[in-house]
């Protein structure tokens, strides 16, 4: 008769052990009970990466590679998409269900009202180099937070939490267009609370002499779109980051700073900058077939295809496809765009692609839309950064509350010399 278990028998010395299945896993630790004798530690999963370990139960983000599916707690993404706006999808992060119109009206005024910054914060910035990438910026200055609200140490008090969230949520769009405009040694731009989240930022990342910057509302609602798609994605490397370094219980600061450090790095929220230098490299679409060719014999990969979990088109990367000509239509369309479309066209139809399952990811499209709305290369991952707050927050509050998790301590095998003994510095060999 089925039964929801797993039999294993170590053919060291033919015992068997059975080990229950629960939500396709068997527990990592059932395996220390296969022991050869007493003293054996038991064996343990050797999983370099995590590629097959789930290392906790989540009800935020569902994801069906196979079949290109992205649910925010059980909401498809398009829906959200077309109907949402970023700080509602936020709200139901964080929160768990989507708000009632005065719990969206409190959530959206409280937010507007946190986005301003310490003057200090300023100061900070202020001694950063004047080429400063605005991704270092914002990995210290946002864990710089932590040392102006020193209750945010109250890890288990709701309403620190609730508090703390409020304000990484609303600040993280200061800290990232004050770096940027450092970075360009241009004053500081405050935020304008008449404004939307993403039109605030617009103005603070754009607005020049004049009194009232008014964002152009189709930019205004593409980046809110693009801010859902990117609000959370389960257990990436930097909401990995997050929940590790929040595992040791530090404050929600210290643990986003963490997490925005993981998202800096090329193979994380780095991709959709690749793209674009790809693109400009290709230079018009005449020259795909030759790029094609380069890539399919192994000398470099396409950027923007492909994806460890989608084995199917990333269901993000439709959505932004379809806001993109909204957005030409304001900006002038990029010549890049034709170069996209065309590798688009011919990958789809090459066995290469097809056999390997490639398919363009969230970043193919997201950069060309990005670089039309006058964002430069540098500001990429922080544009990455600023959405996917809210997520890191909400698998942060998670993992507090699961009973199940302690501070995150992976193990090792250790393949090191064995035990020598010291010697003195005259007396070692060559
Ligand atoms: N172009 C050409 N070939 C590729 C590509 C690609 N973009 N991606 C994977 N392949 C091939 C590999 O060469 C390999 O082929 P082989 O089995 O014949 O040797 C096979 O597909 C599997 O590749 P892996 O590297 O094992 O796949 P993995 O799941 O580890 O990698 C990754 C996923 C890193 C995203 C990869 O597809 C890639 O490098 N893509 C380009 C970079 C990119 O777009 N990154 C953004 C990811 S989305 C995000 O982080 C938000």
């Known amino acids: 008769m089925a039964k929801d278990s797993l039999t294993v028998t170590d053919n060291r010395n033919g015992k068997t052990y059975?080990?229950?299945?629960?939500?396709?896993?068997?527990?990592?630790?059932?395996?220390?009970?296969?022991?050869?004798?007493?003293?054996?530690?038991?064996?343990?999963?050797?999983?370099?990466?995590?590629?097959?370990?789930?290392?906790?139960?989540?009800?935020?983000?569902?994801?069906?590679?196979?079949?290109?599916?992205?649910?925010?707690?059980?909401?498809?993404?398009?829906?959200?998409?077309?109907?949402?706006?970023?700080?509602?999808?936020?709200?139901?992060?964080?929160?768990?269900?989507?708000?009632?119109?005065?719990?969206?009206?409190?959530?959206?005024?409280?937010?507007?009202?946190?986005?301003?910054?310490?003057?200090?914060?300023?100061?900070?910035?202020?001694?950063?180099?004047?080429?400063?990438?605005?991704?270092?910026?914002?990995?210290?200055t946002v864990g710089a937070l932590s040392t102006f609200y020193t209750e945010a140490k109250l890890i288990f008090d709701a309403e620190s939490r609730r508090v703390q969230t409020h304000r990484l949520i609303a600040k993280i769009p200061t800290l990232a267009a004050?770096?940027?405009?450092?970075?360009?040694?241009?004053?500081?731009?405050?935020?304008?609370?008449d404004l939307s989240y993403t039109g605030n930022l617009l103005n603070m990342m754009f607005k020049m002499t004049e009194l009232k910057y008014r964002p152009n509302p189709v930019l205004e609602r593409a980046l809110d779109v693009l801010f859902i798609l990117h609000a959370d994605h389960e257990q990436n490397c930097s909401t990995t980051a997050m929940r590790c370094v929040g595992s040791s219980q530090a404050d929600p600061y210290s643990a986003t700073a963490a997490a925005a450090a993981a998202l800096y790095g090329p193979l994380h929220g780095g991709a959709n900058e690749a793209v674009i230098r790809m693109l400009m490299e290709i230079g018009s679409a005449d020259k795909v077939p030759a790029y094609m060719k380069r890539v399919k014999a192994g000398e470099m990969r396409l950027m923007g295809f492909g994806h460890r979990i989608y084995k199917n088109y990333d269901p993000r990367a439709k959505i932004i496809k379809e806001i993109a000509d909204s957005v030409f239509e304001v900006t002038g369309r990029s010549p890049l765009l034709d170069v996209a479309l065309e590798l688009e066209r011919i990958a789809l139809a090459d066995d290469y692609f097809v056999s390997h399952r490639l398919y363009p990811n969230v970043d193919f499209y997201s950069g060309i839309i990005y670089q039309a709305m006058g964002f430069p290369l540098d500001m990429f991952p922080v544009l990455f950064a600023i959405p996917r707050t809210a997520g890191w927050l909400a698998q942060w509050t998670e993992m507090l509350l699961d009973e199940e998790q302690k501070i995150a301590r992976p193990r090792q095998t250790y393949s090191g010399p064995p035990m020598r003994d010291y010697l003195p510095v005259d007396e070692r060999p060559e």
């Open 18 to 140: 059975e080990f229950p299945i629960e939500h396709g896993t068997v527990r990592a630790m059932d395996l220390r009970k296969i022991k050869t004798s007493e003293e054996d530690f038991g064996l343990m999963a050797y999983d370099p990466a995590f590629t097959n370990t789930a290392a906790c139960r989540s009800g935020i983000t569902y994801i069906d590679g196979d079949r290109g599916i992205l649910h925010y707690r059980g909401y498809p993404i398009e829906q959200l998409a077309e109907h949402s706006t970023y700080l509602e999808t936020a709200y139901l992060l964080v929160k768990g269900e989507l708000p009632r119109r005065e719990n969206l009206e409190a959530f959206v005024h409280n937010i507007t009202h946190h986005t301003m910054l310490h003057e200090n914060i300023k100061k900070f910035i202020d001694g950063f180099h004047y080429d400063a990438h605005p991704m270092g910026i914002l990995v210290g």
């Open 178 to 193: 004050f770096a940027y405009r450092h970075s360009i040694g241009m004053q500081y731009a405050y935020p304008d609370n």
